[in-house]
């Protein structure tokens, strides 16, 4: 689910930032062109956040109704105005694939030398499940 960029000819190759999941082995976007990103101190993000989209793919029936957000794999791609360099953050069980690392870059179009990184807020449950079980 990507918005439509504005001036879809002027930003057709433009990188993106946003959000994603890995749901039933298929990867879901909401993403937004940099250059419409919210300001959020020196970083630039896409305005929707992980729940509220959520509902909204639901009502639609894109994911799975009985599923809740946090279940899924996910993680979010933001753009760092400072360093002038784009993170994807995600759930280790997307980035272990690297075949996933690529679709997200790919749909993105963000630039090779993007940063990826794990992130406590985007672990789905199994992972979560592993922490508790380490501990």
Known sequence: MNKKPRNSSANVNEPRVGIFWLV????VFDTTPVS????YGALRIHAGNHLSVWERLRERNIVPVEMEYEE???GR????TKN???SLLADRCILRRKELVSH???????PKNTSTDTD????CFQCLGRVMHDW
Do not use: G
């Open 104 to 110: 997200i870059r790919k749909e993105m179009r963000l």
């Open 36 to 39: 419409q990103a919210e300001d």
């Open 24 to 27: 039933d082995e298929k990867l």
């Open 77 to 80: 791609v933001m753009y760092d």
């Open 120 to 123: 406590h807020h985007y672990r």
């Open 72 to 74: 899924a794999p996910r």
């Open 84 to 86: 002038r360099r784009f």
